[in-house]
Nanobody, 121 residues
Framework: VQFVESGGGSVQPGGSLRLSCAAS????????LGWFLQAPVKEREFVAA????????YYADSVKGRFTISRDNAKNTVYLQMSNLKPEDTDVYYC???????????????WGQGTQVTVSS
């Protein structure tokens, strides 16, 4: 599985962005998917995850109620809708695919290239 991420950019506090991650390869719906963030000199941290058919989702406490993960298996794409963005959400965001829907970074095998999100006034 290979990913191409898009949708990052700069936004003011309180604004919104939608990240997209389009996958190539077969059997996209088999894979649980996740979004992680990474600040410089830090490890990647869990943001959100979704099961293969989209019935189960998990969120980090810091984004609950503000971010929504979704997927369109017909388009081989996973999304992260980000609302009410805060300066502390500034990071590089990565999509990933794994074998189980989990918050654990090491369970994910395939990773996107990352997209920068900057929240600043």
């Amino acid at each position: 599985v290979q990913f191409v991420e898009s949708g990052g950019g700069s936004v003011q506090p309180g604004g919104s962005l939608r990240l997209s991650c389009a996958a190539s390869g077969r059997y996209f719906s088999v894979y649980p998917l996740g979004w992680f963030l990474q600040a410089p000199v830090k490890e990647r941290e869990f943001v959100a995850a979704i099961s293969g058919l989209g019935r189960t989702t998990y969120y980090a406490d810091s984004v609950k109620g503000r971010f929504t993960i979704s997927r369109d298996n017909a388009k081989n794409t996973v999304y992260l809708q980000m609302s009410n963005l805060k300066p502390e959400d500034t990071d590089v965001y990565y999509c990933a695919a794994g074998k189980t829907v989990t918050t654990t970074r090491d369970a994910y095998t395939y990773w996107g290239q990352g997209t920068q999100v900057t929240v600043s006034s």
